[in-house]
């Protein structure tokens, strides 16, 4: 869009929290749209449903613009994990139907007759999307790349200074980069630059299978699964057949000890694979955690933030939906940067945290 740009990361591109999602793409956040209603108005829940769910067709434009990058079109299956849940699904799906967001309810004999499981009740939503997340990004940048943008890996930048019409980044190494504006893209770690408090770390689980025989696989080929339960059990397929399982999120936040619970995360994973699907051979081949960020209503927060002014603009896509909220956040921040208006820019901003 006519911008100079320059990337940097504090440690090799694409690895980090990017290579640990994942990429479950839907447009349902993992706070129902009848609880923001009443957190804020039906407006605002509105806004941001309708957001996320074009969102999945502008990603899917981005991923298709790149070529190979396991990018697909899936289902949702959103199912309640007891009783208790099933009332606020019903009512979750009745908002969504009313609304026009393309659903339908499965009660307990019809979620068995067509997918094998055996719940309540669930809504199955037919736009979601899987993705590579590391082939997405890295493709990108090489992208930017080869259109003129610098990308520094191992580029840790310690100090930020702003004036009224710039902002100046200091590196460890002692030099700096002067830009119009900073943007803030750096997951969870981007909290370690505010005095405020805006969002709970929080550590997820996951654990990928050997390639299952299509067959045996079965709707999962082309559904996402995940329940009402917090937090809650997920999963969906590659495009070369393997079953990503992920879950048992808790509050370790530190690397080591979030690191010495991936196995026996990860056994507990498999058991409710088991139970949940128990034709289901989806053993794990290898396992993994990544540390998140949560904000307490679900949302993202995109934007300038008053310790810093309008020059540095931060991207926290923090909660479930973090490729989805990306792509709004782009948006959004290329509207700041440009001056124009952006009608997600106040509920996405610092200033509903007050």
């Known amino acids: 869009h006519g911008h100079e740009v320059v990337v940097l990361d504090q440690r090799d591109v694409a690895w980090g929290s990017t290579s640990a999602s994942t990429a479950l793409l839907q447009y349902e956040i993992d706070t129902h749209a009848t609880d923001l209603v009443k957190r804020y108005d039906q407006a605002s829940a509105l806004l941001a449903y309708q957001a996320c769910l074009r969102a999945i067709g502008e990603i899917g434009e981005v991923a298709h613009s790149l070529g190979d990058v396991d990018?697909?079109?899936?289902?949702?299956?959103?199912?309640?994990?007891?009783?208790?849940?099933?009332?606020?699904?019903?009512?979750?799906?009745?908002?969504r139907a009313q609304h026009g967001f393309p659903v339908r309810w499965l009660d307990r004999a019809a979620l068995k007759d067509e997918f094998g499981l055996t719940a309540p009740g669930a809504i199955l939503s037919s736009v979601a999307a899987r993705v590579d997340p590391y082939r997405l990004a890295s493709?990108?940048?090489?992208?930017?790349?080869?259109?003129?943008?610098?990308?520094?890996?191992?580029?840790?930048?310690?100090?930020?200074?702003?004036?009224?019409?710039?902002?100046?980044?200091?590196?460890?190494?002692?030099?700096?980069?002067?830009?119009?504006?900073?943007?803030?893209?750096?997951?969870?770690?981007?909290?370690?630059?505010l005095r405020q408090r805006v969002a709970q770390n929080r550590s997820s689980y996951a654990y990928m299978s050997d390639p299952i025989d299509r067959?045996?696989?079965?709707?999962?080929a082309n559904t996402l699964l995940w329940e009402s339960a917090r937090p809650y059990l997920y999963m969906r397929s590659t495009g070369d057949g393997r079953l990503l399982v992920g879950g048992e999120d808790d509050d370790r936040d530190i690397p080591a000890r979030r690191d010495r619970r991936v196995d026996r995360k990860a056994a507990t994973l498999q058991r409710?694979?088991?139970?949940?699907?128990?034709?289901?051979?989806?053993?794990?081949?290898?396992?993994?955690?990544?540390?998140?960020?949560?904000t307490?209503?679900?949302?993202?927060?995109?934007?300038?933030?008053?310790?810093?002014?309008?020059?540095?603009?931060?991207?926290?896509?923090?909660g479930?939906?973090?490729?989805?909220?990306?792509?709004?956040?782009?948006?959004?921040?290329?509207?700041?940067?440009?001056?124009?208006?952006?009608?997600?820019?106040?509920?996405?901003?610092?200033?509903?945290?007050r």
């Open 71 to 95: 990018f697909a079109n899936c289902q949702s299956l959103y199912y309640a994990s007891n009783r208790a849940d099933n009332k606020h699904l019903v009512d979750e799906l009745a908002w």
């Open 139 to 193: 493709r990108l940048l090489r992208r930017m790349q080869q259109r003129g943008t610098q990308v520094f890996d191992r580029t840790q930048v310690k100090a930020i200074t702003t004036t009224a019409r710039s902002v100046q980044l200091t590196i460890a190494s002692g030099q700096s980069i002067q830009a119009k504006h900073a943007v803030m893209a750096s997951g969870y770690e981007a909290q370690s630059w």
């Open 215 to 220: 067959a045996e696989l079965g709707w999962l």
């Open 272 to 294: 409710k694979v088991e139970r949940l699907l128990p034709h289901l051979q989806a053993r794990p081949a290898f396992a993994w955690a990544g540390t998140f960020a949560e």
């Open 296 to 318: 307490s209503d679900g949302l993202p927060l995109f934007g300038g933030h008053p310790q810093y002014g309008p020059r540095v603009l931060f991207a926290m896509a923090y």
């Open 320 to 353: 479930g939906n973090g490729i989805t909220y990306s792509m709004l956040g782009a948006g959004l921040l290329r509207a700041q940067i440009e001056r124009r208006t952006h009608p997600l820019t106040r509920l996405f901003s610092f200033a509903r945290l």
